[in-house]
Each structure stands twice: as structure tokens, then as C-alpha cells.
């Protein structure tokens, strides 16, 4: 079992529409967590760290629920340029770095 | 803002080469992070650097080595090239007292032949 694990999808949703992507963890010693956008070959990047009180960016969402051991992140109003894979990482204090979910697709359409 | 930046951005080599891969962290970025990332795959992490000096190593083969210099820029050195070692190679680097944020380069796409 990955130690970070996600739904690949694709996730195919129309233009406007609430899409949430969810994320499991298995190692209850993480401490701490974020949502990365990657597009086809290109590097991953930083959308947003996720904590336990939950953190809005505009029409983005995260969550963090670390009794069930998992994260979230919901996309509202989505966009044609939201089209990405979209991965989940944690980073474990004992080891400098971060393990990464296997990504999930998102395909935004007209 | 300046970025990370990776050299070369893509690669060819044959069997049983070597390659030579180059990054350079942020400015005021102490720590840096190397990971490949294969066809399909998400990125795996292979070692990492914190002023200098080797501070996690994860599945790196042992054909592989690196270091950071003292302008912190980093090499990742891999010899006896394999066709398996195809891949995305990222690294990426985090602030002084934040190991937890990585910001990741452009990558450097290998491909052995």
C-alpha cells in the first residue's frame, strides 16, 4: 500500500462546475501537507499548504482531517485552465521530504 | 521571482554513460531536494542537502551520488546509465527554517537510448 494514496481519475467536469479531490495518508507522524498542481511535463508546483483549520486561496479549499487521515482540496467555479494533474504531498518530520500521491487528473471542457 | 533553475533541461545518453545534472536553488535557499519522476509516475524523492551536507537519502541507486557546494548549488552525478533511468529528474529547494515548502525547477528530462 503507497503511503500516499489518491483517486487518479480523470475527473472530467464542465467549465463552472465544484470538483473536490480527496487524498489518504498512512503515516500518522506527518506534519505537514499541500496540494501541487502539475501540468504534462512540467515541474509540480505549489498550490497550497493545507492545516488543520482549513485554508481558503480564492476558489480553491483545502482541508485537513487528521483523525481520518486524509486531506482535501475543492475546486469551485472551475476553469478551462484548471486542467492539470493535481497531487497531494506530505512531508514526515523524520525524514527531510516530501512523499507525493500519485496525482489526480483533472480535465475542464466547454 | 527568481526560480530554481535546472541544467540541461534535456538529455540524451547512451547505456552504461554517465550524466551530470545541475541545479541551482533560489536565493537564500539552503536546502535542496533531488527527485525523478518516470512515465506515469509521481515523483519519488532521491536525496537531499541541507548546508552542504547530505541530509536524507531516499531510493537513490547507488550508481548515483551527489553533493552541494558551497554557493549551494547541486550535482546530481549517475554513471553506467540504464535504459530504467529515463526520466523527469526535479530538484527543488526550500527557505532558510521552512524545510517544509519545496519549490521545484523546470526539471531536466533524460533519456538513455
Known amino acids: 500500500r503507497k503511503e500516499v494514496e489518491q483517486d487518479p481519475g480523470p475527473f472530467n467536469v464542465p467549465e463552472g462546475a465544484t470538483v473536490a479531490f480527496n487524498c489518504t495518508y498512512s503515516?500518522?507522524?506527518?506534519?505537514?501537507f499541500f496540494w501541487y498542481r502539475q501540468d504534462c511535463r512540467k515541474e509540480p508546483k505549489l498550490l497550497m499548504s493545507?492545516?488543520?483549520s482549513g485554508n481558503e486561496d480564492g476558489r480553491f479549499t483545502a482541508q485537513l482531517n487528521r483523525a481520518s487521515q486524509y486531506i482535501s482540496l475543492l475546486i469551485r467555479d472551475s476553469k478551462l485552465s484548471d486542467s492539470a494533474t493535481y497531487l497531494c504531498?506530505?512531508?514526515?518530520?523524520?525524514?527531510?521530504?516530501?512523499?507525493f500521491g500519485t496525482g489526480t487528473r483533472l480535465q475542464v471542457t466547454l | 521571482a527568481a526560480g530554481v533553475i535546472q541544467s540541461p533541461r534535456h538529455l540524451i545518453k547512451e547505456k552504461r554513460e554517465t550524466a551530470t545534472l545541475k541545479c541551482y536553488p533560489i536565493?537564500?535557499?539552503?536546502?535542496v531536494y533531488w527527485y525523478q519522476q518516470g512515465p506515469g509516475q509521481d515523483p519519488q524523492f532521491l536525496i537531499s542537502?541541507?548546508?552542504?551536507?547530505?541530509?536524507d537519502k531516499g531510493s537513490i541507486p547507488d550508481r548515483f551520488s551527489a553533493q552541494q557546494f558551497s554557493d549551494y548549488h547541486s550535482e546530481l552525478n549517475m554513471s553506467s546509465l540504464e535504459l530504467g533511468d529515463s526520466a523527469l529528474y526535479f530538484c527543488?529547494?526550500?527557505?532558510?527554517?521552512?524545510?517544509?515548502?519545496?519549490?521545484f525547477g523546470p526539471g531536466t528530462r533524460l533519456t538513455v537510448t
Open positions: 504531498a506530505v512531508f514526515t518530520g523524520t525524514a527531510s521530504k516530501l512523499t
Open positions: 493545507v492545516y488543520s
Open positions: 542537502f541541507y548546508e552542504k551536507m547530505q541530509s
Open positions: 527543488a529547494s526550500s527557505p532558510r527554517g521552512n524545510s517544509y515548502e519545496q519549490y
Open positions: 503515516n500518522s507522524a506527518s506534519q505537514s
Open positions: 536565493p537564500r535557499h539552503d536546502t
